[in-house]
C-alpha cells in the first residue's frame, strides 16, 4: 500500500495460545493432551473462556455456551478458572517482554502489542542478513524465553501496522512467528474469511454474506457505498484494513496499563459483566447487579489511575438479543458520576419484558487522572471507599442500591 511504503515490518502481536488451558496445565501437567474447557462445568450458565486445540476439533470455540460446549464435548475435561493466577503470569509475561520491547501496549490478559522500531542496531547479531532478519531472531528469542522461563507457548505477528500484525499472530499460531512485509500485507489477507480481520463480528458476518463478500480480497475491492450501511462510520477503516492498512503506532493509551490489573482488560476499556444462573426479570435484582459492576469498573479505574470518558451498558436477553447503549460524560472513575448514566442507559436499552441473561459496563476512551480534589464530593468518596478495600479487602465496603435506600428512607 502507499500509506506503508518504506516501511519496514516492526509492529508485533503477542498472543499467549490457549492462555488460560496452558496455565491450567502448568499447574496439573496430567492434562497435557487432553481436550481441557476452562469457563465452568458442562450445562451451566456462562460460556468457554478458553479451550484447548484438542477440544476445538469437535467445535467447541471460545464465547460458547457451556450448555452448547457440554453437548458437542461431553467428554471434554472442564474446569471453572483461576483468573487471579492467570493475573500473575500475565504479569511476568509482561516483565519478559518489558526486557526486550520499549514500547507494550496490553490488549487483554493473554495478549499485547509491542513496537521494536529502531532496535536493529541494538539487536543486530553477526549473521543478520538486514534488519528484517534481526527483528525476526529477537522475536523468537522472545517467545523461546516465555516457553523456557514460564513454560508458556506464544504466536507473534510482525508488521506494518497493528491490525496486520494481529492477523497474522493468529495466522502463526500454534507457537509460531509470522512476518509479514507491507508488500505481501494485501496478498497474504485476500484468501481470508471475514471474520480473521478485527472489527468483522457475526453480525458484520452475515451481512456482507448478504451482499455475496466473504473473503478479505471482496472487502478490499468493495465500494465503500456498499460498506457503509454495515459498517457505518468505520466503513473506510475496514476497507483499509482488508488491504493491509491501519494505525502504526501503538497509541496512546499505554501509560495507563503501567501498572498490573490482575482482572485484565482490553487497550483504552475497562469492562466487567453479570451472567445470571437464571435469567432474571427481578427490578431490585438487576439494580443490584449494576450497582456492583459500576463499582468493580470504578475501582478498577481508579487502581489503574485512569478516567472514562464514555460508559457503556451491555444487556442480554433470554434469547440471546443482544443491546450495547453508550454515552459520553465528563472524564470520570467515580461510582456517583457514572451509577445515573448507567442506570439511564438501563432503561433506555430495556424495552421488553424478557428476562435477562446478562449485563456488563464497560468504560472506555480512558486517559490519565488528575489528582483529585478534595473539594469534589464524589472523588472524596471514591478515594475513601479505596482506603478501606486496600485495608481490609475489595468486599469490605460497597453501595446499597439506590432502592434499597429509598426503600429505607
Given amino acids: 500500500m502507499l500509506e506503508l511504503s518504506g516501511l519496514r515490518p516492526r509492529v508485533c502481536c503477542l498472543d499467549l495460545d490457549t492462555f488460560f488451558v496452558s496455565v491450567e496445565r502448568l499447574l496439573d501437567p496430567s492434562l497435557e493432551g487432553k481436550p481441557v474447557v476452562v469457563g465452568g462445568k458442562p450445562g451451566e450458565r456462562g460460556v468457554v473462556t478458553a479451550c484447548s486445540y484438542e477440544v476445538r476439533a469437535f467445535g467447541v470455540r471460545s464465547g460458547m455456551s457451556l450448555v452448547e460446549a457440554g453437548k458437542l464435548a461431553p467428554h471434554a475435561i472442564y474446569l471453572p478458572g483461576r483468573h487471579g493466577v492467570y493475573g500473575g503470569y500475565a504479569k511476568r509475561v509482561r516483565e519478559i517482554v518489558a526486557r526486550v520491547a520499549p514500547e507494550i501496549q496490553v490488549a487483554s490478559i493473554d495478549e499485547m502489542y509491542m513496537s521494536l522500531a529502531g532496535c536493529e542496531r541494538l539487536y543486530h547479531q553477526p ?87 466473504q473473503t478479505l480480497g471482496q472487502v478490499a475491492d468493495t465500494p465503500l457505498d456498499a460498506l457503509r450501511p454495515i459498517f457505518g462510520a468505520w466503513a473506510e477503516s475496514i476497507k483499509r484494513g482488508a488491504r493491509g492498512g491501519g494505525a502504526q503506532e501503538l497509541g496512546a493509551e499505554r501509560p495507563a496499563f503501567r501498572e498490573h490489573d490482575p482482572e485484565g482488560g482490553t ?43 464514555t460508559v457503556t451498558l451491555k444487556l442480554r436477553y433470554a434469547d440471546f438479543e443482544t443491546l450495547s447503549r453508550g454515552r459520553s460524560i465528563t472524564p470520570s472513575a467515580s461510582e456517583r458520576d457514572v451509577l445515573p448514566v448507567i442506570r439511564g442507559l438501563f432503561a433506555e436499552a430495556r424495552t421488553r419484558r424478557t428476562p435477562i441473561r446478562l449485563l456488563g459496563v464497560a468504560f472506555s476512551n480512558l486517559q490519565l487522572a488528575s489528582q483529585p480534589s478534595l473539594f469534589r464530593e464524589s472523588e472524596a468518596l471514591g478515594e475513601a471507599i479505596d482506603v478501606i478495600r486496600e485495608r481490609f479487602g475489595y468486599d469490605a465496603v460497597h453501595l446499597a442500591p439506590a432502592r434499597v435506600i429509598r426503600d429505607r428512607l
Fill in 267 to 309: 487497550v483504552g476499556s475497562i469492562s466487567n459483566e453479570r451472567t445470571f444462573r437464571e435469567d432474571v426479570r427481578d427490578p431490585a435484582v438487576l439494580e443490584s447487579v449494576l450497582t456492583g459492576l459500576v463499582e468493580r469498573v470504578c475501582w478498577r479505574a481508579r487502581r489503574r489511575g485512569v478516567v472514562a470518558r
Fill in 127 to 213: 549473521g543478520d542478513v538486514d534488519g528484517d532478519a534481526t527483528i525476526l531472531r529477537t522475536v523468537r528469542a522472545l517467545t523461546a524465553t516465555i516457553k523456557t522461563e514460564l513454560g508458556l507457548p506464544a504466536s507473534v505477528g510482525i508488521a506494518c501496522t497493528k491490525t496486520m500484525a494481529k492477523v497474522a499472530s493468529g495466522l502463526a499460531k500454534p507457537a509460531g512467528v509470522l512476518m509479514v512485509p507491507a508488500e505481501d500485507a494485501e496478498a497474504v489477507l485476500a484468501p481470508l474469511p471475514v471474520r480473521k480481520l478485527p472489527g468483522i463480528g457475526p453480525v458484520a458476518e452475515r451481512k456482507l454474506a448478504g451482499i455475496g463478500v
